[in-house]
């Protein structure tokens, strides 16, 4: 681990105009690609199953939603391979080159989705098709995190860190605004009929100008400071992957446990909460969507709030409170769902993102904290990634098997109760990593130490 520097001095250090091009770019990349993944997520429980599993939906229709739902988490499970491999060339070729990447690849596979043929045009090769795009979004998922939320722990004032940090974080409610916000318009000025034949397309279409956007302020962005440091190092991250899991096993292993919980809700926020209430509940699609949009800003507002709270009280205290927020909030969600009404169906989701928040806001500044720099990028990205399937990938799948079999929504209350306790245990092991030094000083003077022979080789580099 490495060392700590709590005594530093607590200074209120200015942004500077570097530090606010760099939380642009990470802010703006991983809204876009948010953006991406969610208008799939939630166009997957309106208007895909018809459209691309024609012959299931017509036979089986509870069926059709929940292999609709299922979509959603294959991408997940190819997010470690795209960390692998993002985290593997970006801790070789830097943060930036791999942002720029994978905002273009998650972008194209997004449009590529809106022209897509539906199985009524070309049968089986329809959903075969959608599931391959959605590979590669998922492929593009998994190295997006890792890289935006180093881009800004790293540029971060120590003191400010978990601030920083929750820049990257709110791309996730901002892109949910959006994409809901965008599918709410088009429920209001198409028809039902227009939506499902050719409305649906259009959400997934606007990322193209979306990425465009993107990738002008992401080049634009200056390489991180710490990779910088790498650059002249190349000798102690030879093999980031492989050192990766001979020596931090346990720090993946808590990172994935202390995310399962905060993903599996969101995705029932995300995903499920709009099926189910359009769906099992028939209630107004616009209302619904509109109610989500506007929940989805204390989403915003309170991951913010809890990247600068766990500045001042830890990473670890923020975290157990907002999962234990979430946990209490479970089964008294589901009750006001469950009346039908819409005002109270969006101050559920409301009081949800309060908890989501608190334990969403200081992830990329403790998980950038639990790694030492030469697999730091790998680390963060390879947990966040199965961190995700173990939590979001299926949960809305799982959360509409469990309605189904119970018959009682407050069942998926206890899952995902279940998997915060889960979280609270993981982040509560992990310990607090607030103030950690992040620099690879220490470990550079240790590595020439025990390998005087590279300290000619390094000495000419610098």
């Given at each position: 681990?490495?060392?700590?520097?709590?005594?530093?001095?607590?200074?209120?250090?200015?942004?500077?105009?570097?530090?606010?091009?760099?939380?642009?770019?990470?802010?703006?990349?991983?809204?876009?690609?948010?953006?991406?993944?969610?208008?799939?997520?939630?166009?997957?429980?309106?208007?895909?199953?018809?459209?691309?599993?024609?012959?299931?939906?017509?036979?089986?229709?509870?069926?059709?939603?929940?292999?609709?739902?299922?979509?959603?988490?294959?991408?997940?499970?190819?997010?470690?391979?795209?960390?692998?491999?993002?985290?593997?060339?970006?801790?070789?070729?830097?943060?930036?080159?791999?942002?720029?990447?994978?905002?273009?690849?998650m972008g194209a596979a997004?449009?590529?989705?809106?022209?897509?043929?539906?199985?009524?045009?070309?049968?089986?090769?329809?959903?075969?098709?959608?599931?391959?795009?959605r590979i590669l979004q998922?492929?593009?998922?998994?190295?997006?995190?890792?890289?935006?939320?180093?881009?800004?722990?790293?540029?971060?004032?120590?003191?400010?860190?978990?601030?920083?940090?929750?820049?990257?974080?709110?791309?996730?409610?901002?892109?949910?605004?959006?994409?809901?916000?965008?599918?709410?318009?088009?429920?209001?000025?198409?028809?039902?009929?227009?939506?499902?034949?050719?409305?649906?397309?259009?959400?997934?279409?606007?990322?193209?100008?979306?990425?465009?956007?993107?990738?002008?302020?992401?080049?634009?962005?200056?390489?991180?400071?710490?990779?910088?440091?790498?650059?002249?190092?190349?000798?102690?991250?030879?093999?980031?992957?492989?050192?990766?899991?001979?020596?931090?096993?346990?720090?993946?292993?808590?990172?994935?446990?202390?995310?399962?919980?905060?993903?599996?809700?969101?995705?029932?926020?995300?995903?499920?909460?709009?099926?189910?209430?359009?769906?099992?509940?028939?209630?107004?699609?616009?209302?619904?969507?509109?109610?989500?949009?506007?929940?989805?800003?204390?989403?915003?507002?309170?991951?913010?709030?809890?990247?600068?709270?766990?500045?001042?009280?830890?990473?670890?205290?923020?975290?157990?409170?907002?999962?234990?927020?979430?946990?209490?909030?479970?089964?008294?969600?589901?009750?006001?769902?469950?009346?039908?009404?819409?005002?109270?169906?969006?101050?559920?989701?409301?009081?949800?993102?309060?908890?989501?928040?608190?334990?969403?806001?200081?992830?990329?500044?403790?998980?950038?904290?639990?790694?030492?720099?030469?697999?730091?990028?790998?680390?963060?990205?390879?947990?966040?990634?199965?961190?995700?399937?173990?939590?979001?990938?299926?949960?809305?799948?799982?959360?509409?098997?469990?309605?189904?079999?119970?018959?009682?929504?407050?069942?998926?209350?206890?899952?995902?109760?279940?998997?915060?306790?889960?979280?609270?245990?993981?982040?509560?092991?992990?310990?607090?990593?607030?103030?950690?030094?992040?620099?690879?000083?220490?470990?550079?003077?240790?590595?020439?130490?025990?390998?005087?022979?590279?300290?000619?080789?390094?000495?000419?580099?610098?």
């Amino acid at each position: 681990m490495s060392a700590r520097t709590d005594t530093a001095p607590r200074t209120r250090e200015r942004i500077g105009a570097e530090e606010r091009k760099v939380l642009a770019g990470t802010l703006a990349g991983t809204t876009i690609e948010w953006y991406d993944f969610f208008i799939y997520a939630q166009a997957a429980g309106l208007v895909l199953a018809p459209l691309f599993l024609a012959p299931v939906s017509q036979d089986a229709p509870g069926l059709a939603t929940v292999l609709s739902l299922a979509t959603i988490g294959i991408s997940f499970l190819f997010r470690p391979l795209g960390a692998i491999v993002a985290g593997r060339l970006g801790d070789r070729l830097g943060r930036k080159r791999m942002l720029v990447f994978t905002l273009v690849l998650m972008g194209a596979a997004t449009a590529l989705i809106g022209l897509l043929p539906t199985y009524e045009t070309i049968g089986v090769a329809a959903p075969a098709l959608l599931i391959l795009l959605r590979i590669l979004q998922g492929f593009s998922a998994g190295g997006e995190w890792g890289g935006a939320a180093l881009m800004s722990v790293e540029h971060a004032p120590l003191h400010r860190r978990g601030l920083f940090g929750a820049y990257p974080q709110i791309g996730v409610p901002i892109g949910m605004i959006l994409a809901t916000g965008v599918l709410w318009a088009l429920s209001t000025v198409t028809t039902p009929e227009q939506f499902q034949s050719w409305g649906w397309r259009i959400p997934f279409l606007f990322s193209v100008v979306l990425i465009v956007i993107g990738y002008l302020i992401r080049r634009a962005v200056e390489e991180s400071p710490v990779f910088k440091e790498m650059q002249l190092r190349k000798k102690e991250s030879s093999a980031p992957l492989r050192d990766l899991f001979r020596h931090n096993t346990r720090q993946v292993v808590l990172t994935a446990l202390i995310f399962v919980a905060n993903n599996a809700a969101g995705y029932l926020l995300i995903a499920f909460f709009i099926a189910y209430a359009t769906g099992t509940l028939e209630m107004p699609r616009a209302s619904v969507l509109l109610a989500t949009t506007l929940a989805s800003f204390g989403w915003l507002v309170f991951t913010m709030y809890g990247g600068a709270l766990s500045d001042r009280i830890g990473r670890v205290r923020t975290f157990q409170i907002g999962y234990a927020l979430v946990f209490a909030w479970m089964i008294p969600l589901f009750l006001l769902i469950d009346t039908r009404n819409t005002w109270l169906y969006g101050l559920a989701l409301f009081l949800l993102t309060i908890g989501l928040g608190l334990s969403y806001g200081p992830m990329s500044a403790m998980y950038a904290e639990m790694f030492p720099v030469s697999v730091r990028y790998s680390g963060v990205s390879i947990g966040y990634a199965l961190g995700a399937i173990l939590g979001g990938a299926f949960a809305p799948m799982i959360a509409q098997l469990l309605l189904q079999s119970t018959g009682w929504s407050g069942s998926v209350g206890l899952y995902t109760m279940a998997l915060c306790v889960v979280s609270f245990v993981a982040v509560t092991v992990a310990g607090e990593t607030r103030g950690n030094n992040l620099r690879v000083a220490e470990a550079h003077e240790q590595y020439l130490r025990e390998h005087p022979e590279a300290a000619d080789e390094l000495g000419r580099r610098a």
